[in-house]
């Protein structure tokens, strides 16, 4: 028996909200009908496309992780993070980040973004840089995108320290890495 259309998209609204990670091409084939008119309906109800939904629940949930900073200070977009341990964050570098002449990406750009990945890894609700000890490898030029893996060395309670040491790539190829050692405080 087919639905009425008004019947599909709020059977469709339900999936989604109940599992927002299902396919257009799993909703065709659930609800019967072409992936054209899965895509049709998601419109009408302004539900936004796959890669659009998982990058909405991504962000709601290192909302609720990140402690040190907001999530819209992060430079770059977090995609992995385990607080006081490690985490992953992309930045594509583009003509608003690079000198206009010579299509290099400004420094101060892919230090903010392992900078700011080394305060967001810390599971406090104060995280400041003391020191950094930072190297450029090779310049990032427009249009490439940066990987940026931070990794919590070591917490030093006593003190109120974390070393987190970050490595920046872009394909694979090490452009930046740097020895953060961030500021918390003592009482966690």
């Known amino acids: 028996m087919r639905r009425t259309k008004k019947e599909r998209q709020q059977l469709l609204s339900t999936t989604i909200k109940e599992n ?3 396919t257009d091409e799993e909703l065709a ?10 895509r049709l309906d998601r419109l009408e109800l302004s539900i936004p496309e796959l890669r659009e939904r998982i990058k909405n629940v991504a962000e709601k949930r290192y909302e609720d992780e990140v402690r040190s900073l907001p ?17 992953i964050s992309i930045f594509d570098v583009k003509e608003e980040h690079v ?4 299509k290099i990406a400004r420094g101060h750009h892919v230090f903010a973004q392992a900078n ?4 967001a890894v810390i599971n406090d609700e ?14 990032v030029k427009q249009n490439e995108r940066v990987i940026a893996k ?11 320290r974390t070393f987190v040491e970050v490595n920046s790539s872009v394909n694979n190829e090490l452009v930046f890495t ?11």
């Open 116 to 119: 700011s990945l080394a305060v």
């Open 99 to 102: 000198f206009k002449r010579n």
């Open 29 to 38: 084939e659930k609800f019967q009908v072409s992936v054209q008119t899965i």
């Open 71 to 87: 999530l819209e200070e992060v430079i770059g977009e977090i995609i992995d993070i385990e607080l006081d341990q490690s985490a």
């Open 126 to 139: 104060l995280a400041l840089t003391a020191k950094a000890n930072i190297q450029f490898k090779r310049s």
């Open 178 to 188: 740097g020895e953060f050692e961030m500021y918390r405080s003592k009482n966690q």
């Open 20 to 22: 927002p990670f299902i």
């Open 150 to 160: 931070a990794r919590v060395l070591k917490i030093d309670k006593e003190h109120g």
